[in-house]
C-alpha cells in the first residue's frame, strides 16, 4: 500500500492521526473552558468583608426604613391634632363674631332707646 503524495496540497491522515489530532484538540479545548470557567470564579468571587459590608448596609437601610415610618406616623397624627385644634378654634371663632354680632345689635338696640327717652 502506497501513502499518498502531498502533491495535491492536502494533508490526508489515517484513522489514528486523525483520532489522536481530534483528541488533543479537545483537550485543549477543555482545558481552556476550565481555565475560563476558573478565571470568572476567581473575578466574581465575595469577599467576606464584601458580605459583612452589604449586611451591615441592609441593617442601616432596615433601621432608616423603620425611622421613616415612626416619622409618617408622628407627622400623620400631628396633622389630625393641627386640624381637630383648627376645627376647634374655627368654631370658637364662628362662636365669637356671633357673640359679638349680637352685642353689637344690643348696643345699638340700647342706643336707640336712649335717643328715643331723650
Known amino acids: 500500500m502506497q501513502r499518498p503524495t502531498r502533491k495535491q496540497g492536502i494533508c490526508k ?6 483520532i489522536i489530532a481530534t483528541a488533543i484538540i479537545l483537550f485543549a479545548a477543555f482545558c481552556m473552558g476550565w481555565f475560563a470557567n476558573w478565571l470568572a470564579h476567581r473575578l466574581s468571587r465575595v469577599r467576606q468583608s ?5 449586611d451591615r448596609m441592609s441593617q442601616e437601610l432596615h433601621e432608616a426604613e ?10 400623620q397624627q400631628r ?14 371663632l364662628t362662636a365669637a363674631m356671633d357673640g359679638l ?6 348696643a345699638d338696640e340700647l342706643r336707640g332707646r336712649i335717643r328715643d327717652s331723650d
Open 50 to 54: 464584601d458580605v459583612a459590608d452589604l
Open 79 to 92: 396633622e389630625a391634632e393641627l386640624t381637630n385644634q383648627l376645627t376647634q378654634t374655627e368654631a370658637e
Open 13 to 18: 491522515l489515517n484513522r489514528t492521526e486523525f
Open 66 to 75: 423603620e425611622t421613616r415610618d415612626q416619622a409618617i406616623t408622628y407627622l
Open 101 to 106: 354680632r349680637a352685642a353689637r345689635q344690643e
